[in-house]
T-cell receptor, first 115, second 112 residues
Framework: DADVTQTPRNRITKTGKRIMLECSQTKGHDRMYWYRQDPGLGLRLIYY???????NKGEISDGYSVSRQAQAKFSLSLESAIPNQTALYFC??????????????FGPGTRLTVL | QKEVEQNSGPLSVPEGAIASLNCTYSDRGSQSFFWYRQYSGKSPELIMFIYSNGDKEDGRFTAQLNKASQYVSLLIRDSQPSDSATYLCAVNVGNAGNMLTFGGGTRLMVKP
């Protein structure tokens, strides 16, 4: 079973619609992240959360919101989707301790298309 | 100037050759450095990390770090067609916990 799962895997929606992307993890990690990936731009951080009560904006948070419902669940919402939010979205997790202190583990991604 | 820069490529090498991928970063406080491999349409997976100046070898992969010159590189020896992917360099800045800043990635093509 995958350690980090994302739903849906693909989504096509229309401008102005509200969209929620969900992420769940069974790794027991406290830290969770949402990134978007556009061709040639690498991964850009949208929001991150170091525990259930901690939510922080990343590099490109405008137009997005998040909810950390539990240690294992971190959701990303687009309140009113626009075409330039068409991208590949990744959830990631990391552990605050251990040998791979800074390693992040990625989910399979959600391909979102906004028409 | 982007904080982490990579040549977007594509870098094309013949099978069996050494592929050399480079990454420069702007923040001198950066403490740890990661190379992720990403196949088309898939999620990034960690292949190497390095914290100290010098070389670190793992199988066919060698990561090289030079903090004075602010660059980190990845060498892939005996390149195989299965190595064809995009390689993402990621850098952790010292006071930012687990935060990583990613470069744009270099696309590597290994031709049989």
């Amino acid at each position: 079973d995958a350690d980090v799962t994302q739903t849906p895997r693909n989504r096509i929606t229309k401008t102005g619609k509200r969209i929620m992307l969900e992420c769940s993890q069974t790794k027991g990690h406290d830290r969770m992240y949402w990134y978007r990936q556009d061709p040639g731009l690498g991964l850009r951080l949208i929001y991150y959360s170091f525990d259930v009560k901690d939510i922080n904006k990343g590099e490109i948070s405008d137009g997005y919101s998040v909810s950390r419902q539990a240690q294992a669940k971190f959701s990303l919402s687009l309140e009113s989707a626009i075409p330039n939010q068409t991208a590949l979205y990744f959830c990631a997790t990391s552990d605050a301790s251990g040998r791979h202190y800074n390693e992040q583990f990625f989910g399979p991604g959600t391909r979102l298309t906004v028409l | 100037q982007k904080e982490v820069e990579q040549n977007s490529g594509p870098l094309s090498v013949p099978e069996g050759a050494i592929a050399s991928l480079n990454c420069t970063y702007s923040d001198r406080g950066s403490q740890s450095f990661f190379w992720y491999r990403q196949y088309s349409g898939k999620s990034p997976e960690l292949i190497m990390f390095i914290y100290s100046n010098g070389d670190k070898e793992d199988g066919r992969f060698t990561a090289q770090l030079n903090k004075a010159s602010q660059y980190v590189s990845l060498l892939i020896r005996d390149s195989q067609p299965s190595d064809s992917a995009t390689y993402l360099c990621a850098v952790n800045v010292g006071n930012a916990g687990n935060m990583l800043t990613f470069g744009g990635g270099t696309r590597l093509m290994v031709k049989p």
